[in-house]
Antibody, heavy 117, light 108 residues
């Protein structure tokens, strides 16, 4: 079974660093793109960026370029989304999702990030 | 590519049919257009991919159609669990893989 399992909820203070994860299983991790999606409280879905673990090719939405870093570790089938200095406005649910031209999208369960002083 | 969904809110009764629209600012490959349903407090659930293919476990009350810049999700015989927010997304070879702003399907 293809699965993406995300790391647990985080509560952080403004200025903290954070790295959340998304572990793939049941498929060849290096052969599919992994994207990240933000959903702020009460709002819609926003596409943040995407990485191809096979060669680490990474693309960002202009809205998120420079604000976050997407990476992947092929050895443990895990993709990451990280911040160096969180803001209160980063409070949101974050989803990872697998994309391919040959298979339907598969989503993780989401990671809640709360940034509050 | 900008995806515009309409209507913003759709008020219907159980048993009725719903027609949701997703219009793209430029042509989208039909192979890479998806529809999701999101209930409060839950992750989005894939309903349709490739514009018209139902995802695993999705009943045939849900159907997707369209090509180019105009896509439609039709839900027949609405059930209480169908009242939620629906999003379309294009996920072709060229990111960004944008989402529509969502259509809220509410009980009339």
């Amino acid at each position: 079974e293809v699965q993406l399992v995300q790391s647990g909820a985080e509560v952080k203070k403004p200025g903290d660093a954070l790295k959340i994860s998304c572990k793939g299983s049941g498929y060849s991790f290096t052969d599919f793109w992994i994207g990240w999606v933000r959903q702020m409280p009460g709002k819609g879905l926003e596409w943040m960026g995407i990485i191809y673990p096979g060669d680490s090719d990474t693309k960002y939405s202009p809205s998120f370029q420079g604000q976050v870093t997407i990476s992947a570790d092929r050895s443990i089938n895990t993709a990451y989304l990280q911040w160096t200095s969180l803001k209160a406005s980063d409070t949101a649910m974050y989803y990872c999702a697998r994309y391919s031209t040959i298979a339907p999208p598969v989503w993780g369960q989401g990671t809640t990030v709360t940034v509050s002083s | 590519i900008v995806l515009t969904q309409s209507p913003g809110t759709l008020s219907l009764s159980p048993g009725e049919s719903a027609t949701l629209s997703c219009r793209a600012s430029q042509s989208v490959s039909s192979s890479y257009l998806a529809w999701y349903r999101q209930k409060p407090g839950q992750a989005p659930r894939l309903l349709i991919y490739g514009a018209s293919s139902r995802a695993t476990g999705i009943p045939d009350r849900f159907s997707g159609s369209g090509s180019g810049t105009d896509f439609t999700l039709t839900i027949s015989r609405l059930e209480p669990e169908d009242f939620a927010v629906y999003y379309c997304q294009q996920y072709g070879n060229s990111p960004p893989h944008t989402f529509g702003q969502g259509t809220k399907l509410e009980i009339k």
